[in-house]
């Protein structure tokens, strides 16, 4: 269980995240949504590690996530961030390979790789997976560092906006097997999205931030309504039913 | 995998070759005598090439770059300023010229305090451009520079030669007692080295990656900076400056071994710094009959690849 209290950042006088408390329901899928600038990156760094919270902390376990020993810490809990720069070359396979780091210490075992052949299954990248990094389109890209984490094989997966740059099909591919790992192998999946509708048909929870505050968190079906919408966005947006899906129809909305 | 072992082993040939090459070609005056020197000669190349090649290629990889390195940053101005501090104030007849041990010392404890409240400084946050780093480090350089030949004009002339030797990076007149110093400092390099080969694999995925993969980031970046330093200065207080040797190693030993491993990188480095030493000593002493140095030879080769790399690197990010 993740539990994150009161939970502060600040960036000179700005407060980026300010005293934010929620707790992370197991075998869920949790956005974070809310207006750029909001925060929702930054508290998903807090969360996993990646930056340190000035105020405030966050329980894994019971346990700060500070006091967690970095390779037992990796072995919970993974973090995909939006931008992955790297200076070298490595095939597909490799890359994902590197997810098995906190177990395999370099050296892979049998186990290791039958970890690296699932993911790569899962992400569809057996037919590219000695293909160089460098040389990917974005969407296989981002396959291929999502394929990472889930070759770590942690409790919980940590997103930030994975579907920057992908079209439709991709976006959608990867957003169902989000919804697997969470319903076949039961893990807990925290995403930062900036399409609501993403947010609204595949998520089971969602968290909007505004300001750095927490202003909405609860089931899907409660945050995606018009009066919350607009609390959160300033935004008049209609949501329309479809299939059982709630769709936000925010085109032709006025500010 | 299998075509980087054949890359290494024709490498490690090819570097035995010059070492014997070096050691029995054409020994004038008497073996017993020319033979020893010889030997020190290698020795010290060795040394020299493995530190500035790991020291390198561990500092690229912290720093998320290829074309930036210790001596480009400004380390072997840091080390000018040492010796020239030391003469300007204490003279060549104090105990810190003499002792080459406290000379040796003094000139590493300075380089790597110099290393790292400048890289804690840089490198703190991953945001800096490039360019801006490249910059900060010609101009650090630069102004060290200007300080060192201030004080060199005020000098005495006489004391000035004595400076000026030690400033100019020369494999004929190596210190020996030193070389034993530098090579137990080597060695101990590799004993933390190995431990850490597979960490550094892991911290060229760049700092958030490495960090989700149970990686003490910074804490690394710290032992690496100083582990980098420490032998960056060892090599240049052995035979002294050759501020573009590391770049082009280490360049060479990414673009013939294209690997993301360290101990197969490092190792590549290593066998191409021991070729480009030893067998530009050769050709320098048997061929050019020692009308250049090495050192100038190495800085003009590197300067231009140092150019080429940086008209590469823009058009790529363009």
């Known amino acids: 269980m993740i539990k994150i209290r009161e939970l502060t950042k600040r960036y000179g006088k700005k407060n980026v995240v300010e005293n934010v408390s929620l707790t992370i329901q197991p075998g869920t899928i949790t956005s974070f949504i809310g207006p750029n600038g909001a925060g929702k990156s930054t508290l998903l760094s807090m969360v996993s590690r990646l930056l340190d919270a000035d105020t405030g902390e966050v329980?894994?376990?019971?346990?700060?996530?500070?006091?967690?020993?970095?390779?037992?810490?990796?072995?919970?809990?993974?973090?995909?961030?939006?931008?992955?720069?790297?200076?070298?070359?490595?095939?597909?396979?490799?890359?994902?390979?590197?997810?098995?780091?906190?177990?395999?210490?370099?050296?892979?075992?049998e186990i290791d790789e039958k970890y690296v052949n699932q993911a790569l299954d899962y992400m569809n990248l057996r037919e590219i997976q000695d293909q160089y990094i460098d040389e990917l389109s974005g969407g296989q890209k981002q396959r291929a560092f999502i394929a990472m984490v889930i070759a770590q094989d942690t409790d919980y997966i940590l997103l930030d906006e994975p579907l920057?740059?992908?079209?439709?099909?991709?976006?959608?591919?990867?957003?169902?097997?989000?919804?697997?790992?969470?319903?076949?192998l039961g893990k807990t999946v925290v995403i930062v999205l900036?399409?609501?509708?993403?947010?609204?048909?595949?998520?089971?929870?969602?968290?909007?931030?505004?300001?750095?505050?927490?202003?909405?968190?609860?089931?899907?079906?409660?945050?995606?309504?018009?009066?919350?919408?607009?609390e959160i966005y300033d935004m008049d947006i209609p949501v329309q039913v479809q299939n059982g899906c709630r769709i936000c129809v925010y085109f032709n909305s006025h500010a | 995998m299998r075509k980087n072992s054949i890359k290494l082993l024709s490498l490690l040939v090819l570097a035995i070759i010059c070492i014997l090459l070096y050691a029995f070609y054409d020994i004038k005056g008497g073996f017993d005598y020319a033979f020893p020197r010889r030997v020190v000669k290698i020795a010290a190349m060795v040394v020299t090439g493995i530190a500035i090649s790991y020291a390198t290629v561990v500092f690229q990889t912290i720093t998320q770059n290829r074309i930036l390195t210790p001596s480009v940053m400004g380390m072997d101005s840091m080390y000018g300023v040492v010796q020239t501090l030391i003469y300007f104030f204490a003279g060549s007849m104090s105990i810190w010229v003499v002792n080459k041990y406290l000379n040796f010392g003094a000139a590493i404890l300075a380089m790597v305090l110099f290393?790292?409240?400048?890289?804690?400084?840089?490198?703190?946050?991953?945001?800096?451009?490039?360019?801006?780093?490249?910059?900060?480090?010609?101009?650090?350089?630069?102004?060290?520079?200007?300080?060192?030949?201030?004080?060199?004009?005020?000098?005495?002339?006489?004391?000035?030669?004595?400076?000026?030797?030690?400033?100019?990076?020369?494999?004929?007149?190596?210190?020996?007692?030193?070389?034993?110093?530098?090579?137990?400092?080597?060695?101990?390099?590799?004993?933390?080295?190995?431990?850490?080969?597979g960490k550094l694999d892991v911290m060229s995925l760049g700092r958030e990656n490495a960090m989700n993969l149970g990686i003490n980031y910074d804490r690394?970046?710290?032992?690496?900076?100083?582990?980098?330093?420490?032998?960056?200065?060892?090599?240049?207080?052995?035979?002294?400056?050759?501020?573009?040797?590391?770049?082009?190693v280490a360049n060479l030993s990414y673009q013939?071994?294209?690997?993301?491993?360290?101990?197969?990188?490092?190792?590549g480095a290593?066998?191409?710094?021991?070729?480009?030493?030893?067998?530009?000593?050769?050709?320098?002493?048997?061929?050019?009959?020692?009308?250049?140095?090495?050192?100038?030879?190495?800085?003009?080769?590197?300067?231009?690849?140092?150019?080429?790399l940086l008209l590469r690197e823009s058009r790529a990010t363009r």
């Open chain 2, 220 to 248: 690394m970046v710290m032992n690496i900076l100083i582990l980098s330093s420490v032998l960056i200065a060892t090599s240049t207080a052995l035979v002294g400056p050759i501020t573009f040797f590391g770049l082009i």
């Open chain 1, 194 to 230: 900036h399409d609501i509708n993403f947010a609204s048909v595949y998520s089971d929870r969602i968290v909007a931030l505004k300001d750095g505050k927490l202003v909405k968190n609860g089931p899907t079906s409660e945050i995606i309504n018009s009066a919350s919408l607009r």
């Open chain 2, 115 to 197: 290393a790292l409240i400048l890289y804690r400084f840089l490198f703190r946050s991953d945001k800096h451009p490039i360019y801006l780093l490249l910059l900060i480090g010609m101009i650090i350089g630069t102004l060290l520079g200007s300080l060192v030949t201030f004080l060199q004009v005020l000098i005495d002339p006489v004391e000035y030669l004595g400076l000026q030797s030690m400033l100019f990076a020369s494999f004929t007149k190596v210190k020996v007692e030193l070389l034993y110093i530098a090579m137990v400092i080597l060695a101990a390099s590799f004993i933390y080295g190995f431990q850490i080969m």
């Open chain 1, 164 to 184: 920057n740059n992908l079209d439709m099909k991709h976006s959608v591919q990867i957003m169902k097997i989000l919804r697997k790992l969470v319903d076949e």
């Open chain 2, 270 to 308: 290593s066998l191409i710094s021991i070729i480009a030493l030893v067998g530009g000593q050769f050709l320098v002493e048997h061929v050019l009959e020692l009308r250049t140095t090495l050192s100038v030879i190495i800085n003009f080769i590197g300067g231009v690849y140092f150019i080429y």
């Open chain 2, 256 to 267: 013939f071994l294209v690997t993301y491993k360290h101990s197969i990188l490092i190792l």
């Open chain 1, 59 to 109: 329980l894994l376990d019971q346990n700060n996530v500070k006091k967690w020993k970095a390779d037992a810490f990796a072995k919970r809990v993974s973090i995909l961030k939006q931008s992955n720069f790297m200076n070298v070359r490595l095939t597909v396979r490799e890359l994902v390979s590197f997810g098995r780091y906190p177990y395999s210490k370099g050296r892979l075992s």
